[in-house]
């Protein structure tokens, strides 16, 4: 490098080689650079998309290998019972989640926006739940739920509640991990609106309060507006995740008990890689693909009616 | 001027405060906000806390009801019978190998592609960055098994340290993210042409301008990537429980679910095991912690 520069600054003349041109070129340089890159992307991204797709229109078996079987992978799909209990239970568990989260993080957060003594304790308690994986949280989840030595049960005992079965019992497991995975989240949501707060201009809060109004008009009518794009965010991003959910789930109860939790992608990885049936499960996969795909679609176009964007 | 001007908004502002009638009526010793936040981080550090104490029980204190919540002694050799009983250092080892590995190659790979896609102008560049951000925008669901087949078939007949059961198949997927290049070429657009255009004048190569003018710029976002992909990676679950089955192999996160799932009673050894595998996580966390959040954060700004 240093060569090169000293020698086209020392005034040569001439006209570089065309070898020197083509290893200076945007085209050259831009395939270079761009190829180790995307080859990982193209491999390991682009072609699984396409494969996937093939394969969902396949019967996957281990001696006769592929055969092609049209639609039928859809068709089994829309008939399947417990694919019809699995969307219910995600979008049971997508619909208390998200907003759960979001309401426990905007409350935090506002409570955190301020200067008081021991803030920085309470901040780092909020934030040390985003060090830890989903498998410690779950684990630490089943031991704190456990219904014959659950310390949760003993505070329930205290106050004159009976003792609950909670991941054992099927009307009760699905919200042991909704509050589980809130625990694991709220960490994340005060951090996105923690920095959407230190953004709020201090001057339109004491314009409101000058005017007249009190706290909780200003934080309504001034704060949550302006607060509205981290909302989105926010709302987008942990749905895409809650209907991902798969760690829990395979952790506490492997979707049980009596399917009572299981969600699409739990179903999803037990079709593929505990029953091989890799064609039902690409098709799956492509119909949790769609749902992710609408469900986003539908939240920009609400969110677009109701962000306000200050610029 | 402004020595008379200063001390007027000064005494404006103290003025103002008065007359608010909010900050008149608080007469507590204290911001009535800790009742809100004390109880809310007792829930947050609870878990912590109960996760501490049960892995310094004995089996009968830790199966008991109602719960022992002070054990009589303080049993540390929970920790040495869940090390001997699952090689949690390995664990360790295999996590931390993947994750700052990981790491490195995204901060390469992503800056070389997110360098030429914001800069240069080559023959097939627009269809290339339209395919990368479809792929950013399909779940990981869709690709799984696909990619399952392919590092499989990369184990059997390109390099075994790729395939399956070895943690290279947890690296090499993920050497690369499209998220990375994405959120690299967005920054490097919105520098200035200048610096690079003078240095080119000078005769430095394209990487040289890279790596001398670009990247000192760039510092802040490539730790945002960084903090990012180390979380990932370090939390990732689905993939290695697919392309990972011997103990040797495994991550902190698969190695602490295979163990709960073979000592599923033995709390107070389990719960030993899952401090031994928060603790590494917990100290980066809060020496790094401002980064961490910054990264969080900025992902939610971009977003928004």
Known sequence: ?311 | MTATSAPARGGLRSADQDLNPHRRRRRLPFSPWHFVLLPATVVLLFPFLWLLVTSLETQSEALHFPPVLIPHTIRFANYSDALAAAPFVRFFVNSAVVAVTTVLCNLVLCTLAGYAFARFRFLGRTALFAVIMATLMVPFQVTMIPQFIITKWLGVHVLAGVGINHIGALILPNAATAFGIFFLRQFFRTLPLEYEESARVDGASRLTVLVRIVLPLATPCLATLAALTFLDSWNNFLWPLIAVTSTNQMTLPLGLATFQGAHDTEWNLLMAGNVMSLIPMLIVFFIAQRYFVRSVAATGLAGT
């Open chain 1, 1 to 311: 490098m240093a060569a090169s520069v000293a020698r086209v600054g020392g005034g040569r003349p001439g006209r570089p080689t065309a070898m020197r041109r083509l290893l200076d070129s945007e085209q050259f340089n831009g395939w270079a650079f761009v190829t180790p890159g995307v080859a990982v992307i193209l491999l390991f991204g682009a072609v699984p998309i396409v494969w996937s797709a093939v394969l969902s229109f396949q019967k996957s078996a281990l001696v006769t290998g592929n055969t092609s079987t049209g639609l039928a992978n859809y068709r089994q799909l829309v008939h399947d019972p417990v694919v019809g209990e699995a969307i219910q239970h995600t979008l049971i568990y997508t619909a208390l989640f998200v907003p759960g989260t979001m309401l426990a993080g905007l409350l935090l957060a506002v409570a955190m926006n301020r200067k008081i003594r021991g803030i920085t304790i309470y901040r780092t308690a909020a934030y040390a739940t985003m060090a830890i994986s989903t498998i410690s949280e779950a684990i630490v989840f089943i031991w704190l739920f456990d219904p014959s030595y659950g310390i949760v049960n003993y505070a329930f005992s205290k106050v004159g509640i009976a003792q609950q079965q909670f991941l054992n019992s099927p009307s009760e497991a699905l919200y042991v991990i909704v509050a589980m995975t809130i625990w694991g989240w709220t960490g994340f949501a005060v951090v996105i609106y923690l920095a959407a707060l230190q953004g709020v201009p201090q001057t339109l809060l004491e314009a409101a309060a000058i005017d007249g109004a009190g706290p909780w008009r200003v934080f309504r009518k001034v704060t949550l507006p302006l607060l509205s794009p981290a909302s989105l965010f926010l709302a987008v991003w942990l749905t895409i995740n809650a209907l991902q959910l798969f760690d829990e789930v395979y952790l506490s109860t492997q979707g049980g008990p009596l399917n009572a939790t299981t969600v699409l992608v739990y179903y999803l990885y037990d079709q593929a890689f505990e029953q091989f049936n890799f064609g039902y499960a690409s098709a799956i996969a492509y119909f949790l693909f769609l749902i992710i795909l609408v469900i986003t679609a539908i939240q920009f176009w609400v969110g677009r009616r109701i962000t306000f964007y200050r610029s």
